[in-house]
């Protein structure tokens, strides 16, 4: 009997009282800390998170959703593609490690090919099935956020929109990773330089061609636009491979390349090689790193380095403030690439 009364205690869920008896501390008290209070010191949020580690408390999101009317979820809507290299891991990566100290569950929500985005945000959004939403790959005038702006939803994108009222967003600064490639190709003697990226609905293309747009200008070479012109979607990683081996052949191989993601620099790279061309010699290419993919590449090429998991920590900080109540407009980081050129 005594075995079992000892079983049930030790299986027993782990609670607020039993982390306030362990430190001391009230159970409000408690309580407060580990929803990240203002009011409770650094050290005594420490000290309280690892007792309720150590103890293996989990806070009861069905009865705090009771409690509060809220879900205690945040969802991240995401289209999945072949061609975005290590994207969603690494955003909900930095996503996950600011929200663990809080009550709220991230819940990646994948859309698949042929699904239509807005149709299943507006759900969301109509449900309220979350308490915030963080939408990628935004479009100038992007339906999605307007859609939740319209209900008061709480909303942060990774890119910007030109909707009005503003939005919170986090963004990389695209406009000046084009502009410091473009020098960087007209430095290695590059007269002509293509833009590669098959998404051209999506704002972060108008940045990127007025960053390149500049460069041009105070360089002199000149852009191919015909790199520009291809279909998107799984196919373009193809077409860039096939393009880039005939280009080599006819001679028609523009100089220099930008490429906005890391899989259109290997796919350049190989139909290069495979045309007998050589990566430095024939071409060069400057692409945007959002992994650790291109540290192993040989020969290895230059680029300018998004970091993700960042991005996911400032989104995540963000919707957590923007569903405290702060104003959107006070909600907006540009975050700044950081190049790194070879010899």
Same mark, same amino acid.
């Given at each position: 009997?005594? #075995?079992?009364?000892?079983?049930?205690?030790?299986?027993?869920?782990?609670?607020?009282?039993?982390?306030?008896?362990?430190?001391?501390?009230?159970?409000?008290?408690?309580?407060?800390?580990?929803? !990240? $209070? =203002?009011?409770?010191?650094?050290?005594?949020?420490?000290?309280?998170?690892?007792?309720?580690? *150590?103890? #293996?408390?989990?806070?009861?999101?069905?009865?705090?959703?009771? +409690?509060?009317?809220?879900?205690?979820?945040?969802?991240?809507?995401?289209?999945?593609?072949?061609?975005?290299?290590?994207?969603? +891991?690494?955003?909900?990566?930095?996503?996950?490690?600011? /929200?663990?100290?809080?009550?709220?569950?991230?819940?990646?929500? =994948?859309?698949?090919? #042929?699904? !239509?985005? %807005?149709?299943?945000?507006?759900?969301?959004?109509?449900?309220?099935?979350?308490?915030?939403?963080? /939408?990628?790959?935004?479009?100038?005038?992007?339906? +999605?956020?307007?859609?939740?702006?319209?209900?008061?939803?709480?909303?942060?994108?990774?890119?910007?929109?030109?909707?009005? =009222?503003?939005?919170?967003?986090?963004?990389?600064?695209?406009?000046?990773? $084009? &502009?410091?490639?473009?020098?960087?190709? $007209?430095?290695?003697? @590059?007269?002509?330089?293509?833009?590669?990226?098959?998404? @051209?609905?999506?704002?972060?293309?108008? &940045?990127l061609q007025a960053g390149l747009q500049r460069a041009a200008r105070e360089s002199g070479f000149q852009?191919?636009?015909?790199?520009?012109?291809?279909?998107?979607? !799984?196919?373009?990683?193809?077409?860039? +491979?096939?393009?880039?081996?005939?280009?080599?052949?006819?001679?028609?191989?523009?100089? #220099?390349?930008? @490429?906005?993601?890391?899989?259109?620099?290997?796919?350049?790279?190989?139909?290069?090689?495979?045309?007998?061309?050589?990566?430095?010699?024939?071409?060069?290419?400057?692409?945007?790193?959002?992994?650790?993919?291109?540290?192993?590449?040989?020969?290895?090429? !230059?680029?300018? *380095?998004?970091? /993700?998991?960042?991005?996911?920590? &400032?989104?995540?900080? %963000? %919707?957590?403030?923007?569903?405290?109540?702060?104003?959107?407009?006070? %909600?907006?980081?540009?975050?700044?690439?950081?190049?790194?050129?070879?010899?």
């Amino acid at each position: 009997m005594r #075995g079992n009364s000892v079983a049930r205690m030790t299986t027993k869920q782990p609670t607020l009282k039993m982390i306030a008896q362990r430190t001391g501390y009230a159970v409000t008290t408690i309580s407060k800390a580990l929803h !990240d $209070a =203002p009011n409770i010191s650094v050290k005594t949020k420490r000290y309280i998170r690892e007792i309720a580690e *150590e103890v #293996g408390y989990q806070p009861d999101r069905a009865g705090l959703s009771l +409690r509060t009317g809220n879900t205690h979820k945040i969802i991240l809507p995401m289209q999945l593609s072949d061609d975005i290299s290590d994207f969603s +891991r690494r955003l909900i990566l930095g996503m996950a490690r600011i /929200l663990e100290s809080t009550p709220y569950e991230l819940v990646f929500h =994948p859309i698949l090919p #042929g699904h !239509d985005e %807005l149709e299943q945000v507006q759900n969301i959004v109509r449900n309220r099935a979350a308490d915030g939403i963080v /939408l990628a790959q935004t479009a100038p005038d992007d339906a +999605r956020v307007q859609f939740a702006q319209s209900y008061d939803f709480p909303v942060v994108t990774h890119g910007r929109t030109r909707l009005e =009222p503003p939005h919170a967003y986090y963004d990389f600064d695209n406009e000046t990773f $084009a &502009h410091q490639a473009g020098l960087r190709l $007209a430095e290695l003697g @590059c007269t002509q330089v293509a833009l590669l990226t098959p998404e @051209c609905e999506f704002t972060f293309y108008q &940045h990127l061609q007025a960053g390149l747009q500049r460069a041009a200008r105070e360089s002199g070479f000149q852009i191919a636009d015909y790199w520009n012109k291809a279909s998107g979607g !799984d196919d373009y990683i193809h077409w860039l +491979r096939a393009q880039s081996a005939n280009a080599v052949q006819t001679k028609t191989m523009p100089q #220099g390349v930008i @490429c906005s993601s890391e899989i259109a620099a290997l796919a350049i790279m190989d139909g290069v090689t495979e045309a007998g061309g050589e990566v430095g010699r024939d071409v060069h290419i400057i692409a945007r790193k959002t992994s650790n993919l291109l540290d192993y590449l040989h020969p290895r090429i !230059d680029w300018v *380095e998004e970091d /993700l998991i960042v991005a996911g920590e &400032h989104l995540a900080q %963000l %919707l957590l403030q923007r569903i405290n109540g702060a104003d959107p407009k006070d %909600l907006q980081i540009i975050g700044s690439p950081a190049p790194s050129w070879g010899n």
